[in-house]
Each structure stands twice: as C-alpha cells, then as structure tokens.
C-alpha cells in the first residue's frame, strides 16, 4: 500500500527504495505516521543491516517521501533527523529515526523585527515571513506564497518578533490569534512548492465511518473544563504601554466594567449555567476597547454565547479506499458522516489528526474535534447517553435472564438426553431378549413343519381318501334308492 523513499542529499534526483508496498521482504519496522495541519508532521521508522537504506542516512538533509500507491498520493514529505543505534538482546543491530514533514524548513530561518501597519497586517506579515524565509535558506526548503484565503485580517497584527524563527512567528501572531487563525497547507503544482494560508483545509467527504461497517472502536470526550459562569472582562491598559507588546508594562490596570456594573468587576452566567457546573471563574481581555459600558456589552455577549465544552472522538478505522471497496481516503481535514447510534453519535465530524501505520493500515487511528458544544447540546448529548447506558443495561439484564433460562433447558435437555440414552440402552435388552423368543419359537415351529417325504405320503393318502369318499358316497347313493323304493313298496300293500 505504502513506499518509502529517501534521497540521501537535496541534490539525489534518484531515490533509494526502503519500504515497499508490494508483498515482500523490504520493510521498515515500528512505523508511525503522523500528518498535522498545523504543526510538523512526524514518522518513525526503523531498519535492519540488510536493508537498502542502511548506512546512507545523513541527519538533516537526507529527504524522505513517503506515498500511498494506490491513490498516488504522498502523505508525507521532509527530512529525517538523528538516528537512535540499538542493539538487542538478539544482538541484531538497528536504527531508528525521527522524521519531520517540510513545514520543519520554516524553524530555520530568523525572523528580523518588523512593524506593520494599514490594512491586511496579517497578510502583509505572512508575505514578509517567507520573503525573510526564503533569503536564508537553500532553494530545496524555500516556499512561494500560495492561497490566501482569510476573512479581513487588517488591524490584528503589529510587528514580527526578532527572537522566534519564521514557523513561530507564523504560529504566534497569526495561527493561534484569537482574531485570525487560519490553517497552512503545503501545495505543489510545476516542482513549485505553496504555502497556502486558508481559513480551514480539507473536504466535506461522503465516505460515512460507521459501526459494523469501517468503524473498529470508538471513544468520546466530553470536556466541560473552559467553561465560565462568573467573567472579569478586561479592557486597555489604564496607564503605559506602547505600540508593541515589549514595551508594555504588565503591572499597569486595566480597565473593568467596576464603573458601570454597581461596583462589581465581574458579571455572571444565567443561573441554568451556574446549576450546571457551578461558579468557575475566568477573564477575558479586549485591548482595543476603552469604554466601560462597551467592554460590559461584548463581556456580556461573551458570556451568553459562548460554548460550555468541547466534544473530542478518536476513532480507529479499517480505511476501505485502499481496497478499492470505498472511493475517499481518510485524510487530515476532511469532514465525514460519523454514526455510532450506542455512543448517541449521527453528524460530520472533522478529522483534526490522524496515526497512520504503514504496515498495518487497518489499525489507523483519526482523531475527530474540536467540537464544541452549545448547553442544550451537552446536556442533550449526556442525557442521551444515560438513556442509551440504561436501555443497554436493561438489555443486558433481559439477556442475563434469557441465558439463565438457557441454561436451564440445557441442563433439562441434557438430563433428557441421558434419561434417552438409559432408555434406549434398556431397549436394546428387552428387544434382544423379544428376538431370542421368537427365534425359540420359531425353531419349534421349524421342528412341526413335515418334510418333502412326509408330505408326498400325506397327498398320496388324501388321493386315497378322496377315492374312498367318491366310493362311500356312491354307495350310500344306491342304498337311499333302495330305501325309497322299499318305502313305496309298503305303502302299496296298504
């Protein structure tokens, strides 16, 4: 399903085969893959001495690529980093190896310090990051700019830090900005490689993961843990600062809504929340509002719309698509229909990350969240979870009762069985003893039957006899009519 190829320097236009997707003996051992959209992919991998690859593997700038043959598709792309020696108790020698996908090429720039300013900062930062990216690095790790494909990105971003490398300063101000985000996707297209800053990657896929189909085990986290029912909303700092972050000193005020909320800094959830999960305190900071009554009306409207927990799903799937029996492949940032009606689980879901082995893609794992979930939602989500555990604990109860009865008529038929045997075992000797009988009397019967001889004198006899008869009963013929003439006679002579 799997090869893998490394290139033992940027400049190696031939590869050297380690892993092949075919049935045979050119393995890696202990492979684990795992993509990421927005941190540095990862594999594992281990060799033998009598592998190909052996002995040819220089840490940082041997390359190594990694496809799905089926799809034609490379799932992953970078360099492998410093090998770990072992040898074990067998006394074979191997090596193992950390790699990291091409977004690594980014820590190995430094980033100047920069201030921007107008609209767009965030796209303006972004263009800036790679141009200072791609003057310090060799061409096999630089990056065009690709898609930008973000909602408005002006006012949000100030400077570029000096001290953090290209991928940092990219996570920091841009990635993981409350008031940005975005994903990265790396695209090739004419031996050019694209950094794409999209606001979110991958497809709405209509290949379902479902139980008793492509679904293997499943597990659900429900996690309640950023919740707040009691907020402290903070503004601008009151006295200080400057434009940018290293001039701010962190023990100015800031503003609270204390002013126009009776003395009081913070504001509180509705009670359905409160008698949900209790008082749990939290801030959250606006630092470009400066109006009391205004950080009090987005705190507000903070409180009432935001989302009580965050639902996670990791789900270890048999991937069909490399048996041709489903069209999609599994892939980080797609959406599929995932139904799992005993964990009250029916909608798409996004996969977030996934655990690939290339050995055995029937044990790969997709991990499903973050998502988040409205109070009816979480509440609708346990209490249909309490009602599927109470209706399979019935059933299972039903069950317990229908294999007690089970067992009873087995031991009952068991018995019967045993009782037939005994029965049967006493026929066999009555029946035995009925035939020995009947033979007794048949052979008695044997012994009064005549034999030939006897019986051709018997029939000559009966001729006899029937002669005689004939005789006889011509005889007493002829003295009926002289009897009757006699009778007349005498009546005459009276």
Avoid at 223 to 236: Q, S
Avoid at 256 to 274: C, F, P, Q, R, S
Avoid at 388 to 393: D, F, S
């Amino acid at each position: 399903m799997y090869r893998v190829t490394i290139y033992e320097n940027p400049e190696s236009s031939k590869g050297i085969e380690i892993h092949s997707p075919y049935n045979n003996d050119l393995k890696v051992d202990s492979d684990t893959l795992k993509p990421s959209i927005n941190e540095i992919g990862t594999f594992n991998f281990t060799i033998y001495p009598n592998n190909p690859g052996w002995g040819k593997i220089q840490p940082l700038t041997t390359l190594i690529k990694v496809e799905d043959v089926p799809h034609d598709f490379v799932v992953f792309e970078g360099r492998i980093l410093q090998p770990t020696t072992d040898q074990g108790d067998d006394r074979v020698l191997s090596e193992s190896y950390l790699c990291e996908d091409e977004k690594a090429y980014l820590h190995d720039s430094i980033q100047s310090w920069k201030k921007f300013t107008g609209d767009r900062t965030g796209e303006q930062l972004f263009r800036e990051a790679l141009k200072v990216h791609n003057e310090q690095v060799e061409d096999y790790k630089r990056f065009e700019v690709g898609h930008i494909d973000m909602p408005d990105l002006s006012g949000n971003v100030r400077f570029m830090t000096d001290t953090d490398d290209t991928f940092d300063n990219i996570s920091d101000k841009l990635l993981e900005n409350d008031n940005i985000g975005g994903e990265l996707r790396i695209r090739k297209e004419n031996n050019v490689r694209y950094l794409d800053w999209v606001k979110e990657v991958g497809e709405e896929k209509k290949t379902p993961i479902r139980l008793r189909k492509n679904m293997l085990d499943m597990t659900k986290e429900l996690d309640p843990t950023e919740i707040v029912t009691k907020l402290y909303p903070r503004g601008e700092r009151l006295e200080g600062g400057g434009d940018d972050e290293e001039s701010q000193n962190q023990s100015k005020p800031r503003l609270t809504i204390a002013d126009v909320n009776n003395g009081k800094e913070y504001l509180m959830a509705n009670e359905e929340l409160i008698n949900e999960f209790g008082i749990q305190g939290g801030t959250q900071t606006w630092d470009d509002i400066t109006q009391a009554n205004i950080l009090k009306s987005s705190a507000q409207k903070w409180l009432d719309n935001q989302l009580v927990a965050t639902g996670k799903f990791n789900i270890t799937v048999l991937d069909l698509s490399l048996l041709n029996l489903d069209p999609d492949r599994f892939w980080i940032g797609n959406t599929h229909l995932v139904q799992n009606p005993l964990m009250n689980v029916d909608e798409r879901l996004r996969i977030v990350d996934m655990n690939i082995k290339i050995n055995a893609p029937e044990e790969s794992e997709l991990n499903f969240g973050d998502k988040e979930l409205t109070l009816s939602q979480y509440q609708k989500s346990l209490t249909k979870e309490r009602q599927k555990m109470r209706i399979i604990q019935d059933t299972v109860r039903m069950q317990s009762k229908s294999v007690e009865k089970i067992k009873t008529d087995l031991t009952r038929a068991q018995q019967t069985i045993v009782d037939l045997q005994e029965t049967v075992k006493n026929g066999d000797t009555n029946i035995q003893n009925q035939i020995t009988a009947i033979t007794d009397d048949l052979q008695v019967i044997a012994g009064m039957v005549p034999d030939e001889e006897t019986i051709t004198d018997i029939e000559t006899d009966i001729t006899v006899l029937q002669q005689n008869k004939t005789i006889q009963d011509s005889k007493n013929l002829s003295y009926e009519e002289r009897l009757k003439n006699l009778e007349e006679a005498i009546n005459k002579e009276e």
